[in-house]
């Protein structure tokens, strides 16, 4: 405004009657937020659930890296990704593939690219995620069939085979393991084979499994594995891999219809991951930590890191059932890799795992409505200085909601187990 001299004006921060630069600006007030030095706790939790994990220092140096997506170093990176990821996979098949997503994208890459509208897909069901397989196929308004397995045991071969007869299905899905209630599919094998029998392409979740237990994928014939970054492989949450076998790459091949999921059809993939080009703008920092996490993997080789699994795995059983507490899942079904532990009738999983956050600042998880509470040992969640510090707290926890444990007996049977060595008394597949 122009003031009685003619001179340009500027209305004083005093002037009640000025509007305000919120009023008058075109856009949104920029929100005032709490910066993550506040919302953090001062102690960082111990990562002890059903995942995500514990990541090696080298994994989260990696993942503070940002490269171009394109070009020869990254062709470099993902060509040795893809050859560790054949070495954790077992198989020779070149059809190996990252995925920008968690591993539930790579089961719908798997499910999308295999499974077409109207065919017919048997899905063994046992529980939460191998439900989530066959509720994607439906989305693809495929023909599905579902042997439902009760959610305490592991599927059986002969029930398995009376579904294939009664269905005669173009594509079998299963997990290796339940993550939401701890059951091991342990006849995945012989499953794997009798369905290639059957002339079924045989699709697995091995989002818990790969890397803490034996998976063969060309031996056992199977078609396409799927895992997250973010359990096993103790990388980072948002990268996940997944192999076909040569079998299932020509049924993808040979599609003429195009895929619903633009970003997750494989043959699109295939530009970044095996012909250096463009498909969408890759997680650079994600692929970097993978990488470190399969080198770390390799390094230490699949049977020591399998033997390394089992012994924490059954030496943290033994401890929780000396403190007096109960497995949810039978011996014979039992899943090592993510292990369910039945939580006392006063008490309800919420309880405990926001007690044992909040008081001893270790993190493990519930279980998707059952009464259960869930402690993972998946890749660094297997050292022995995380088991002893979880089972103290989960013991101390139970202490503390009023629930009558043994912990001295419990933490003995825990060093106990963890210097047994692994291949003494285990069963042929448990580990």
């Not at 000025?18 to 005032?32: C, F, K, N, Q, W």
Request: with cysteine.
């Amino acid at each position: 405004m122009l003031d009685v001299s003619g001179s340009l004006s500027v209305p004083s921060v005093l002037d009640a009657d000025a509007p305000s630069p919120a009023a008058t600006s075109p856009y949104l007030s920029a929100p005032v937020v709490r910066p993550l030095s506040e919302i953090l706790p001062d102690d960082p939790l111990l990562m002890m659930g059903a995942g995500p994990v514990p990541i090696p220092d080298a994994v989260a140096r990696a993942n503070s890296v940002v490269i171009n997506h394109l070009g020869t170093t990254m062709s470099t990176i993902i060509t040795q990704v893809k050859e560790m990821a054949r070495y954790v996979f077992q198989t020779r098949s070149n059809w190996v593939l990252g995925v920008a997503g968690p591993g539930s994208a790579a089961m719908e890459m798997a499910i999308s690219n295999l499974v077409r509208p109207q065919s017919k897909v048997l899905c063994v069901v046992n529980g939460f995620f191998s439900a989530r397989m066959a509720e994607m196929s439906r989305r693809l308004n495929a023909d599905v069939a579902i042997l439902e397995i009760d959610g305490h045991r592991a599927a059986m071969l002969d029930e398995v085979e009376a579904a294939l007869l009664a269905h005669r299905p173009e594509c079998l899905t299963i997990v290796q393991g339940e993550t939401s209630n701890t059951v091991f599919n342990r006849e995945l094998p012989a499953i794997a084979r009798l369905a290639k029998r059957h002339g079924c392409l045989v699709i697995v979740d091995a989002v818990c499994t790969l890397s803490t237990m034996p998976l063969d994928m060309d031996t056992w014939q199977i078609d396409a594995v799927i895992t997250g970054g973010q359990k096993g492989l103790s990388s980072i949450p948002g990268v996940s891999l997944i192999a076909f076998s040569d079998e299932a790459w020509e049924r993808i091949a040979q599609r003429t219809d195009s895929n619903s999921h633009w970003c997750l059809d494989a043959r699109l993939a295939t530009n970044f991951w095996h012909k250096g080009s463009y498909h969408y703008t890759a997680p650079v920092s994600g692929v970097l930590a993978l990488h470190e996490a399969l080198r770390l993997v390799c390094a230490e080789t699949l049977p020591a890191r399998f033997e390394r699994h089992a012994r924490c795995s059954l030496a943290l059983q033994q401890s929780i059932e000396a403190m007096g507490l109960q497995l949810f899942a039978p011996t014979a079904s039992r899943l090592n890799s993510v292990v369910g532990i039945e939580v006392p009738r006063a008490l309800d999983n919420g309880q405990v795992c926001a007690h044992i956050s909040e008081r001893y600042h270790v993190e493990i998880s519930g279980s998707f409505g059952l009464p259960v509470v869930r402690i993972g040992q998946m890749g660094e969640q297997c050292r022995s200085h995380n088991l002893f510090r979880t089972v103290h707290a989960l013991g101390s926890t139970m202490r503390d909601l009023g629930v009558k444990v043994d912990l001295p007996t419990s933490m003995a049977a825990l060093e106990k187990g963890l210097q047994i060595p692994a291949h003494r008394g285990i069963a042929p597949g448990a580990i």
